[in-house]
């Protein structure tokens, strides 16, 4: 996250581009880890709970980081960043929930 946001922000020429890169290859690598991990059963707690919120941090800070660029600060409006801000978390944490009851 730190890194995309670094490019996203960034002044030089390709910084914009660089950021889509990261944020692609953080998507294509959070995808395959979670397939690996349960092709070779070698799952860990801490996976299972910090992965999804890893998932929601970098698309939030996406969000929240297109508020900000002057190109977009028309079409991105803080309500709607909010909005999915507040369903994403909530889905997370009753994901999480329903994982430490064991239902599945």
Known sequence: ?????????SDFSHGK?????????ASITDAY???IARKYNIESQ???YFDPLADKLLVLSAFYGF???P???TTVKLWMIIL??????????MRMLMQYKGVT
Not at 1 to 9: K, S
Not at 17 to 25: C, G, R, T
Not at 84 to 93: C, N
């Open 1 to 9: 996250v730190p890194v995309f946001l670094y490019f996203l922000f």
């Open 17 to 25: 581009l660089l950021a889509l890169i990261v944020f692609i290859a």
């Open 33 to 35: 880890d979670g397939i």
């Open 46 to 48: 801490f996976g299972v």
């Open 67 to 69: 508020m900000f660029l």
């Open 71 to 73: 190109v977009l600060t």
């Open 84 to 93: 999915i801000s507040f369903r994403d978390i909530l889905v997370t944490l």
